[in-house]
C-alpha cells in the first residue's frame, strides 16, 4: 500500500480515537489497532503521539475550511454567500463529529503548540467571514456605515456563535445541520439587515 494511503489510514484512525477518547486517554496502541497497523509503523511515519495530533489538527482544519470556502457561492448577493457558508460549516461539522472535537475541544486544552494550530484555522476563517459582512455593507449603500473595527468584531462574533452552535447540535441529535445554519442566519441577518440600515443600539434605548 502506498505510504500516502496507508498514512491517511492512520490519521483516520487517530481522528476517531482522540474525538472520541480525548488526547490524554488516546494511546497509540489503540490507534495502531484500529488502523489495522503496527504500532512501530504508526511510529515510523509520525514519530510521536505529539507530531500525530498535530498532523491530526492540520488535516481536519484544512478540511473544514475548503469546505467553508467551497460552500459559499461568489456570485450570489451577500445574504446567499453568508448562508450558504453557514451551511457548509454546519454540515461538515456534523459529517465529521470526532474532527469537530478534536478542533473545538481537545486542540485548545491542551496548550502549545496544538492551540496554534486552530487558531490559524480559526483566523482565516474569520477572514473568510469578514468578507463576506464588509460585502453586506458595500451592497447596503455606496458609502458603507460599518466601520473596519466593527466588521472585523461581527465576524469574531459570528464565528464563535456558529463555534458554540455546532457543539449544540452534535450533542442534539434532533436538530440538523440545516437547522443550525438556518438558526445562526435568523439572529444574524436581521442584525445585519439593521445594521445596514443605519439603525445602531445606545443606551438611550434601555432608558426610553
Excluded: C
Aim: overall charge negative; cysteine-free.
Amino acid at each position: 500500500m502506498p505510504r500516502a494511503v496507508r498514512e491517511q489510514q492512520m490519521l483516520d484512525a487517530a481522528v476517531r480515537i482522540f474525538g472520541q477518547r480525548g488526547y490524554r486517554a488516546a494511546s497509540m496502541d489503540e490507534i495502531a489497532e484500529v488502523a489495522g497497523v503496527s504500532k512501530p509503523l504508526v511510529y515510523l511515519y509520525l514519530n510521536s503521539k505529539e507530531e500525530l495530533f498535530t498532523a491530526v489538527i492540520r488535516r481536519e482544519s484544512r478540511a473544514l475550511v475548503t469546505a467553508v470556502r467551497a460552500g459559499a457561492e461568489p456570485d450570489a448577493p451577500a445574504d446567499a454567500r453568508l448562508w450558504a457558508g453557514l451551511r457548509a460549516f454546519f454540515l461538515h461539522t456534523a459529517e465529521n463529529p470526532d474532527g469537530w472535537a478534536v478542533l473545538h475541544r481537545q486542540a485548545r486544552t491542551h496548550g502549545e503548540p496544538f492551540a496554534a494550530e486552530v487558531t490559524v484555522m480559526r483566523e482565516e476563517i474569520v477572514t473568510f467571514v469578514t468578507t463576506l459582512i464588509a460585502a453586506t455593507a458595500r451592497e447596503a449603500r455606496e458609502e458603507p456605515e460599518l466601520a473596519s473595527r466593527d466588521v472585523s468584531g461581527l465576524a469574531q462574533a459570528l464565528v464563535g456563535a456558529a463555534e458554540s452552535l455546532a457543539d449544540w447540535a452534535n450533542a442534539t441529535p434532533e436538530v440538523s445541520a440545516k437547522e443550525a445554519a438556518a438558526t445562526l442566519m435568523n439572529f444574524a441577518w436581521v442584525g445585519l439587515g439593521r445594521l445596514r440600515e443605519g439603525e445602531r443600539w445606545g443606551s438611550g434605548a434601555v432608558s426610553g
